[in-house]
């Protein structure tokens, strides 16, 4: 191994290493990170290297150093119980920061083609970038593994494709280049569909859910857009796409002790992380119950396990029903509907009677964006039924309160 090897192999396992460890961390996978690069990484540097010692030829390296590294991934994912294409993820982008280091060094210390190297740097760090973004977006939007891998491997062919469609001179010929990236990227297709497939043919409640039981609760800032009302999303945070804003959760646990609420009724108790912000709040006051329901087996089966393992239990009726068909005893003091938007409004309808007239209603995602919740609550002011506050987070909370309540008077003799 001359110099320039010895350097380029050096500089490429540093920062494999430092980029698995960090994308490691971030993820929470427990997986040893010396190991995941030696073996994803430090076998597809070894079956690159391999390839080069057979063909002087460059085009083919890159499938003979993927087929090695597929092989460390299948080794990691056997020996951590952690999901193949996790590992895939995180090793697409190590692999991808080697590439980008394997053709700076070339590019400060071989004498020709330095045209090549200088195109291959630039795209090799364009694509690090933007699986890097992309991996950040997987964790925070909770879209599927492999899917990182999956454009890796589109955006490597198509790269490989362009760097032999460059003017090279006459001693590589474009052809091999081209079929070779062709394979590769064909193959990232392939992925992509099997991926996708796979991920959406589940519901999305248990996308999350299973998120969640991998990966555990990760604050990261909200990921809804901008909206005129709430023009900086990014300054609220969140631990997944359907439990309300960490602010409201904190809120919600405000009220309970402001208010002192003897009776609230939550519909969509998801992950039960919001059943739990009310329920410290009665932890709090002493007293009250929460009855709350989750029409999704599956999902009431999660949120069970939590609210049994949190202490908060006694303050809790967790029920395995639609939230149309629950029936309620008593005066309903914090109404919160929080299930599926679609039937909001039916929802408030529907348990209004019951609710207190000095009692207050919260509808969650009722921002402008999302459109049916807020329509409702609005329909239901301008009949006269209650009165409404548009709260301005970023995915929206109405708080409203009968009409009624709201449009008492007190007689002479009761003001001061």
Known sequence: MDGTSSLEFVAGIASAYACVRADLGRRRVKVNAALATAAVVGLAMAGFGFAASLTRSEAFRPLVAFVAGALGV????SASKVSRLAIADIGSTAVCLVAAIYSFVLLLFNPAPQRLWAIAFALAVIVFVFLWQEGRAAMQWQRPEGIVCAEFLVLAGL??????FAPSGPQLAPTPFVIAG???ALAGGALVVIVLRRYFGTREE???????ADWGDSLQPEYTPATPECPHPERWKMYDTMTAEVEI???????VTTLKPELIVETGTFSGISTLALARGMEKNGFGRIISCEFDPKVYAKAKERIDGSGLGKWIELRNQSSLEMKVEGTIDLLFSDSDEKIREQEVRTFLPQVNPNGLILMHDAGSHYGIVRKGALKMEQEGLVSVVLVPTPRGLVIAQKSRARGAVASPGQVA
């Open 74 to 77: 299948l080794l990691v994912a």
């Open 159 to 164: 790269a490989e494709i362009v760097y032999g």
């Open 182 to 184: 062709a394979i590769i």
């Open 206 to 212: 248990h996308r999350v859910i299973s998120h969640i």
């Open 249 to 255: 959760l904190e809120f919600l646990t405000t009220l």
